[in-house]
Every structure is written in structure tokens, then in C-alpha cells.
């Protein structure tokens, strides 16, 4: 009964290094997201995904990439990371929303707290 | 744009006194809100969320929100707080739609800490 796991927890970078956020799900959700949650700034859109082979950009799309080759997994590219991306990585999966569906709710993975310096 | 407002960054209650966290939204349509809670650590965990129907809902935990359409305010409320009620509470309103995107704005949050 995992849900959504996250790898890895703690990550430190420096200014220009890439890495890979990676994230899994285990109850076959069409959806999946992620966020980042800078303090006192709540959680912000990052991507989202509404099924294998579909992306789309969210709020705060810039300096990164994510894809989707199977319902599981969601991963998130850092390619040059830069100190602005110093915060915390939440993945989260959902079921499609429908009409008189009165149970969507988002499933969050634990989070990767990530430091560049 | 939709919008959410927590005008509390930092609530200290008592164990076993009440509880409201505030929570104000902008939204153009019907709105589809959520209370999430996130402990230290820990990811979000939805508490409660409001479709339709009765204005009053009630979650985990012993926690209920109210919708008032007229006041554009959904606020979380516990009778009776516990020490283990320690987090940060989140407020967030989603698009009601059956189709496209499913995106959710959350509010900044509120942290609540509990008194022994």
C-alpha cells in the first residue's frame, strides 16, 4: 500500500548541475503533478499530467522538464539548477475529475527537499 | 484567475479550546474547495472538501468547514483542538469541471501551534 513514493528525500546541488525528481504511484491515477512549496508561499504548479505520453505546463514551468511514459512514474529534469529552485518537491496523483464524482482528492508523495548553492 | 486568501500565517491555540481558520477564495464559477493539513515532514493530507450540496462538510479528524457562497469564505473549525493538531493547514479551490485540466490553487497556509 505505498501510494506516492518519492526519491529521494534530501538532495543538495550546485549552481548548474541537473538531476532527476522521481516519482511513483501505485494506484493506477491518470493524474499526476508536481509542486514546488517555498515557505510562506504555499504550493505552486509546476507540471501536471493527465495520462501517459500527456504533459502540460503549470504555473511555474521554467528551468524544468518532466515525462510521462507510464501511468506509474512522473519523473521531474532539473537541467541547470539554479539557486531559485532551492525548495520543496511534492508529486501527488488523482483520479480524472467527472461530473458527481464527490471524491476526487490529490494523493501527495512525501516531498524532496532540494538545495542549490 | 481563481485566488485564495489565509489571512492567518500563524494561529496559537490551547489544547481544548475552539478553533476557526479563515480561509477567503475568488473563483468565476461554482468552486470546488479543499482543506489539506501537512504535518512536519510530511506531505498534504486532505481533511476535507466541498462539492455541492450541504454547506456544512465535515472531515477527518473532527474537523468541519462551512461554504458561504455570500461571503466567499469556506473556514475550517475544530470544537476541541489537540496537541497532535500541530501542522499547517492549507485552503485551496479547484475548478469544477468534467473535462481538461484539474489545476488547484492553494492558499499560503496557516500554522497552527497548540498550547499543552
Known amino acids: 500500500n505505498a501510494g506516492v513514493t518519492q526519491t529521494p528525500k534530501f538532495r543538495i546541488l550546485k549552481i548548474g548541475q541537473s538531476m532527476t525528481l522521481q516519482c511513483a504511484q501505485d494506484m493506477n491515477h491518470n493524474y499526476m503533478y508536481w509542486y514546488r512549496q517555498d515557505p510562506g508561499m504555499g504550493l505552486k504548479l509546476i507540471y501536471y499530467?493527465?495520462?501517459?505520453?500527456?504533459?502540460d505546463k503549470g504555473e511555474v514551468p521554467n528551468g524544468y522538464n518532466v515525462s510521462r511514459s507510464t501511468t506509474e512514474d512522473f519523473p521531474l529534469r532539473l537541467e541547470l539548477a539554479a539557486p531559485s529552485q532551492t525548495s520543496v518537491y511534492f508529486c501527488?496523483?488523482?483520479?480524472?475529475?467527472?461530473?458527481?464524482?464527490?471524491?476526487?482528492?490529490?494523493?501527495f508523495g512525501s516531498g524532496t527537499q532540494l538545495s542549490v548553492l | 484567475a481563481q485566488s485564495v486568501t489565509q489571512p492567518d500565517i500563524h494561529i496559537t491555540v490551547s489544547e481544548g479550546a475552539s478553533l476557526e481558520l479563515r480561509c477567503n477564495y475568488s473563483?468565476?464559477?461554482?468552486?470546488?474547495l479543499f482543506w489539506y493539513v501537512q504535518s512536519p515532514g510530511q506531505g498534504l493530507q486532505l481533511l476535507l472538501k466541498?462539492?455541492?450540496?450541504?454547506?456544512l462538510v465535515q472531515g477527518i479528524k473532527g474537523f468541519e468547514a462551512e461554504f458561504k457562497r455570500s461571503q466567499s469564505s469556506f473556514n475550517l473549525r475544530k470544537p476541541s483542538v489537540h496537541w497532535s493538531d500541530a501542522a499547517e493547514y492549507f485552503c485551496a479551490v479547484g475548478p469544477y469541471s468534467g473535462a481538461g485540466s484539474y489545476q488547484l490553487t492553494f492558499g499560503k497556509g496557516t500554522k497552527l501551534s497548540v498550547i499543552p
Open positions: 501527488a496523483s488523482s483520479y480524472p475529475p467527472s461530473l458527481g464524482r464527490a471524491n476526487e482528492k490529490l494523493f
Open positions: 473563483y468565476g464559477a461554482t468552486p470546488y
Open positions: 466541498y462539492f455541492s450540496g450541504d454547506t
Open positions: 499530467s493527465v495520462g501517459a505520453g500527456i504533459t
